[in-house]
């Protein structure tokens, strides 16, 4: 399997998990499951961190062959709205009980975690255009990236200043 097609799988897989997992979590909060709201934002946290730290890393820097500057900062600022929202997620899920206030909030804040994956489906059609170099790279990132930290841990102390994007605020 040729390196561009094995980060195109890797690439949809992990958004098709993500997707999953949000919709598993709007349950779970409709329910009121809490140890259900735990499990999945316990899932998400863990996933989150790696994926978001190779496509912020090498990926985003790579896409500004093909994208505008204005582009690739629009995906990191969905970056930080979703570690906001995770954040806010896990909080919920640490309570000892879900009001039907939190369960609402919850299953809000997941579903429009969810209208923001969709987006990443038409991302994978603009990886295409990278060079088969870009590619290979943000593989690797992937493969090291796999055993970073969660997505909290990460965004509160390994997430780099953004070099390439002078001026933008930095979600932490």
């Known amino acids: 399997m040729s390196t561009r097609t094995l980060f195109a799988e890797v690439f949809k897989d992990e958004h098709r998990t993500i997707r999953d997992l949000l919709f598993d979590l709007?349950?779970?909060?409709h329910s009121r499951d809490l140890p259900g709201v735990h499990f999945f934002v316990s899932n998400l946290?863990?996933?989150?961190?790696?994926?978001?730290?190779?496509?912020?890393?090498?990926l985003y820097p790579a896409l500004l062959e093909v994208l505008s500057r204005e582009?690739?900062?629009?995906?990191?600022?969905d970056h930080d709205y979703a570690i906001a929202a995770i954040r806010s997620l896990a909080q919920l899920?640490?309570?000892?009980?879900?009001?039907?206030?939190?369960?609402?909030t919850g299953a809000n804040c997941a579903q429009t975690l969810i209208t923001k994956v969709f987006?990443?489906?038409?991302?994978?059609?603009?990886?295409?255009?990278?060079?088969?170099?870009?590619?290979g790279e943000t593989l690797n990132a992937w493969r090291h990236a796999r055993v970073a930290a969660r997505v909290?841990?990460?965004a509160d102390t390994v997430r780099p200043p953004r070099q390439w994007q002078v001026g933008v605020p930095v979600a932490r």
């Open 26 to 29: 709007v349950q779970a909060f």
């Open 45 to 58: 946290v863990d996933l989150g961190g790696p994926h978001f730290r190779y496509e912020e890393e090498t």
């Open 71 to 77: 582009q690739a900062l629009s995906l990191l600022n």
């Open 93 to 104: 899920g640490g309570q000892s009980e879900l009001t039907a206030l939190d369960a609402r």
């Open 119 to 135: 987006g990443c489906d038409g991302l994978s059609i603009v990886i295409e255009r990278l060079p088969d170099q870009s590619i």
């Open 152 to 154: 909290l841990q990460w």
